[in-house]
Structures are given as structure tokens and as C-alpha cells.
């Protein structure tokens, strides 16, 4: 445990404080009233036997009464503290620190941080740990209250002899021990959180319906299911070989516990019958040992769990470093212009993906004017998209420079930018809401304007399907959420229409966006598309940027650029293109002929 757990266990209880100061309050005062009740309960006892033993039954008498009553407060105060705990883990885990872990990932600006295997191990274990965090900070509490208990407890026996207080020596080895075997467990969690999470992804994708059906074309259910169960063994045997070692700490701290114990009995023992001590120290001395034992169990479970909190108190942090490290904005960042004047010009961008060698795009010059209509094409894997991805700035390039209106993207406010962009995507999301929700998320402070979501919809070729849903515009969309499922090709007019909602874009971005739809609704979409470009560029001067495959499609672009294993090697209109009789008029030739009706 280091003071940096400690000091987000101040904050937490910091932040239920701060949100439920009456119930938190209450909280601490029970859990300090409990860590005294033992206490008071010994004592009492002591005094009842020895008022019996000197003949004083007034004594005994009050001794026994006030037993019986620290007794029954006892209880009750425990009951009460097991409600006000969960209640507190759950209003502040749950309904707050869960929403601000998912806002700090979800606030990330880039996409290279999704691809980081140290970031995913990290998103994986606290993904959903708001509770556990939560509930580690409560235990810190409760271990804390239980030690002032076990203190009580000490005074009490080193009273009847100061001999005994070496025993706290001994109650702390259990403690000890135990945490350097919970160290080993939290670190075989986090060792094992990237097999941990294949065999996640391998049962995924074995049991949902996307995958199911080439998996049942292609016959490689028992593959996966091999492979599942290798990732999964990998995890286990981690965690086994973890916890043995964790139990040997265990029995180690306890042998130690019961040695100090054992000869602390025979001390009392030994005093009482020698005339130095009296039968109520022995009472007394048994009581406070046997709750001496549950208390340390107490202390130990309570450390435990709060060790426990460490397999996510650790991941937590880091993350919580790492956002803060990589949200901070560059100081002076540019405002976004109002409108494009020159465009955008790339000079020598050279870019990879992290961890990769490869250069998904190398050394890549070209300006596209403002107002214009910009067509990336190129085989697969060619570079179209990652080009498109550097223009939204999910990624910065690695060197070369993109310049907007002669300003660094770099150097441009991130939000500023991104919201005066729109873009549909080839791996476009499935926002499984009402129809109109996942249209209108598209431009948020216009989520509930009917009106503007109707243009999103009218804009993307999408009205007949809206006709044709059962509640139009406010049905449920997604089966699992009793509503209705789409065909892929309408998810993409989905994503088309969320595009196409914000009215005064900048860059307008359409990655492959018909790829999943049929031939006519494709030539509508680009009919419709292409005069929305033209529109957008008188308001803003706005450059549209449409990834395609199918050449065709593209013709009437302002501009064309063709990318060839991440360089860009020709560009310009398609007539001088075809002019050229370079490799951008041989792939239209390929494609000509192989979309003709004859196929010659
Ligand atoms: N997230 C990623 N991580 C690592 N490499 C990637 C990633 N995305 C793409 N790549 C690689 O970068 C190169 C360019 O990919 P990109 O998606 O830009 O091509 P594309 O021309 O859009 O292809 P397609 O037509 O198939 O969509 C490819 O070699 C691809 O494997």
C-alpha cells in the first residue's frame, strides 16, 4: 500500500462527503461507536465476575446490565453500518465516479490510445470498477476504525499486564503477511489482463450473432473455442500459482499470531493463579483475546479488500495520469476559423499506426482548395482512410505537417475543429436508440429538433425507411432492446444521416459511404452528396472528402487523389486523369470493364 492509495481513498471519502455529507457523517459516526463497543463490553464483564468474587452484587449487578446493553448496541450498530456502507458504495460508485471514469476514456481526443495494449490492459480492469473502488475506500475505513479497535483492545490486556502488549506484535504479522500474498494475486491480475481479455474477445465473438455466421460457413467454432480455452488456462494457472502463494503468506502470519497468543493466555493464567491478578482479568482477558482474533480477522479482511481495491486502484491511477497527461490541450491553441478560405494542404505527411513498422501513409503532399469536392481512391489498404482519420485529427502524423487555412491541425483547438466536422465512417457505429436519437446525436445541441433531424434523414436517401418503421422517427431501434433491427445497408444511412446533421461543417467526410447499400440507392446518395457539397462550400467553403472503392462513383470530384501503398501517386479531375493514362486510368479501365453489363 503506498500514500498515493491513501490519498485517493481521502478523495473518495472527500467526494461522498461532498454529495451525502448526513449519510457519510452517519456512516463514520456508527463505525467509531461499534470499534468501542468491545471495549465497554470487557470491561463490564470484568466488573460483574469480580463484584461477584468480592461480594458486591450491586456490582456485579450494574456490570452484567451494562454488559448485556454494549452487547445489544453492538448489534444494532452493525446493522445499521452495513446499510449506510452499500448505500454510500452505490450512490457514489455507481451514479458518480462511474460516469467521470467513462467521460475521462471517452474524453481521450485521439484514437491512438484505443490501440495501446497498455492503455486496453489498464481499460479493462477498471472498465465498470467504480463499485469496487468505492467499496476498497469504505474498507480502508472500516480497517482504519477496526486498528483504533484492536488499540482499545491492547490497552485492555496491557492493563492486566504490560507484558501483553507484545502480543500487538503478533497481531500485526497476520496483516503484514497477508498483504504481500494479496500483492502477489493483484499482480497476477494484471499480468494476465491481456489474455484475460482475448478469450473475452474469443467468446465474443464465438456467441454473438455478427461473427456466428462465418463461423458457421467457415467451420472454425472448435478453433476458437481451442484457443479460448488456451487464453483462459493461461489466465488461471496465473491466478492459481498467485493464490497458493498468497495462502502460504496466510498460514505463515497466523502460525505467528496463534505462538504470541498461546503464551499470553498462560501469562494471565499463571498471574491469576500466582495471586497477582484476579478472575476478571481472566474474563477479561479471554473476551479481549477472542475479539482480539475477530478483530484481527476483521483488520486483515479489511486490508485485504482494500489491497484487493489495488487491482483496480492501480490501473485506475494510471489512467487517471494518463488522461490527465493527454488531455491537456497545447497551450494557445487556435481558434477554429468560421470558414475555410484556402483549404487544407498536406505537406510530406508521413504516418504509422502505433506499434507498427509499416508507413500507412509516406510522405504525402497535396492541397485540397476550399469549397471543393476532394475523391480519395485506391486499392485496399492503401492508405484512403488513415488519410481521413489525420484530417479529424484522431491521429497526429509522425512528421510533415496539415495545414488549414496555413495553420498547424495540430496547433487548432481539438473541439473547436471537431465540431465544425462531419463524418460518416466505413465502421460506422450502431447506436441502438430511438430512430431519431441515433440520427440527431449527430449534432448534439440540436439532438431533439425534428425539423433538422428530418433534413439529416432526407439528406442521406433515408425516407423511405423512416416510412416504413413501425413508430417512424421514435421507434426503438436494436433487438435486444425490444425494438427494431436494420439491415446493415440501413445502419449506414443511419450514419449517413447523423453526418449530415450539423449544417455548417468545415470538412465533410464520407469513408466509403455505400458500401453497404445496393446500386440505386448508391447513385442516389452520391447525386444527393455531391449537391450537399456544393452547398456546404458556398456557406463555409467547406471541403468534402469522399473514400471510395468504385471509381465510378467519384467522377464529378473537383479533385482526385490516388493513393498507391500509403503514397500519393497521381492527382487530379478525372478527365485528366484519364488523360494521363496513368494508374488511375488503368484501375477505372479494370473497373469499367468489370462492372459492364458483359462484363467486356
Ligand atoms: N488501427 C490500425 N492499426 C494498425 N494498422 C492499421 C490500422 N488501421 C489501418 N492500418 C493499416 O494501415 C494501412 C492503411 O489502412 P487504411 O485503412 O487507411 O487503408 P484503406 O485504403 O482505407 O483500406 P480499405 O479500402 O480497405 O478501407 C493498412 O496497411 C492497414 O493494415
Redesign the pocket.
Known sequence: MSWRYVRLWAELLGVSWRLYPGQTAAALAVKAASATVVTVTALALRAAVDGVIQGDPEAAVAGAAAAALAFAVGIYLGGIDAVLHMLLVERVGLLHLHRQIHADIAGLEGLDHL?RTDFLDRVTVVRGAAWNLMFGMWTAVDAVFNAVKLALLLTLLGMVSPWLLVLLVFAAAPIWFDQRGQRLVTNAETDTAEAMRLQRHLFNLATEAAGGKEIRVSGSGEELARRQADAWNEVTRGWFRARVGAAAWKLAGWSLFTTGFAAGLWLVVYRAANGTGTVGDIVLAVTVAVSLRDSIQDTVFGANEAMRGARVIEPYLWLRDYVAAHRDRPAGARPCPDTLREGVTFERVTFG????E?R?LDEVSCHLPAGSVIAVV??????????V?LLCKFYQPDSGAILVDGTRLSELDTEGWRARSSAAF?DFGRFKIRFAETVGVGDLPHLGHSGRVLAAVRAADAEPLVERLPDGLDTQLGRVFEGVELSEGQWQKTALARASMRTEPLLFVLD?PTASLDAHSEHAIFERYMARARELAARTGAITVI?S?RFSTVTDADLILV?DK?RLVESGSHAELMARGGRYAELYGIQATAYSPTGA
Open positions: 490501440e499506426y502505433p506499434g507498427t509499416r500507412a485506391g486499392e485496399y489498404g492503401s492508405g484512403k482512410s488513415t488519410l482519420k466505413q466509403e473514400v472503392h493513393l500509403g
